[in-house]
């Protein structure tokens, strides 16, 4: 008698993850420790992924997909696989569809997918943001996010399916634009460090990430200040500075471009607020 597959959460091997649930679909950022190699498994939902940080080999349908950042892929309910990390562990954004909810992705969903696409890594970036600074807003943000990436996800797949990897030289200027996002570099010495022409470059990498070098640097710049809004007490012209961008209203228009509100509601409205309250002034305890 044939046993029956047990099926595995999309957490196992990770150390640190948060969840949250959308309309019809279960939302999970988690991080995987570096050189972590995670056996055989299935899921009992498919699978639909993005790299945020770091990468992993996911080995799948007598494939190797190859997932650095700004990788997308697609796991089909059931669909075995392994996963090795990278040497710089991996940080991903998973969305576990109902099938019966997402019917009009049913298709793309039935099938291993893998794409690369700057837009929809800077989405599951944002999906990301909201479910670790929750509000009760958050989940109708997730919920439109997750159907723009999959509704990218499909469009961007019928233009051109990827079924081979990334020249190597196109993934190390994609692993220069992320150590080096904050500075003022150029196209040209992208392409110089890489051993490519600057127009083969800008052509090459819009055709795999979706997005030009500078509106992906942009990016990385704006998800870097999402981030340290929350952690630290830089005014917002110092983080504009650190971040590279040329001043405090330069900043403050990108972010609104991507997150759709200024740094100083962003922080506001997420930043840790105190656990206990100040004690009164001596003045203030007759009031």
Known sequence: MKQRQRHVPVTMGSPRFQTMEATGCSVIEAWFPPNAELPPH????????????????????????????????????????????????????????????????????????????????????????????????????????VQTMLAAAVRRDRVRPFHDRPPRWLL?????????????????AIAAAVGVSPSHLAREFRAYFGTTLGDYVRDLRVEWVATQLTRTAMTLSEMGIAAGFSDQSHLTREFRRRFGTTPGEWRRLRAPRPRFSPRPRDDEDCR
């Open 42 to 145: 299935t899921h009992d939902r498919p699978i639909f992924g993005v790299m945020l940080r770091g990468a992993f080999d996911s080995v799948i349908a007598h494939r190797t997909l190859d997932c650095p950042p700004a990788a997308v892929w697609v796991e089909p309910l059931g669909e075995r696989h392994a996963n090795r990390i990278g040497r710089e562990g991996a940080r991903v954004l998973v969305v576990q569809p109902d099938p019966a909810t997402f019917d009009a992705f049913g298709g793309f969903l039935d099938a291993v997918r893998h794409l690369r696409h700057a837009g929809i890594a800077a989405d599951a970036n944002r999906v990301a943001q909201e479910i670790n600074a929750a509000d009760d807003l958050s989940p109708l943000v997730v919920d439109g996010l």
């Open 172 to 188: 190390l200027a994609q692993e220069l634009l992320h150590a080096r996002f904050r500075e003022r570099v150029g196209l040209s």
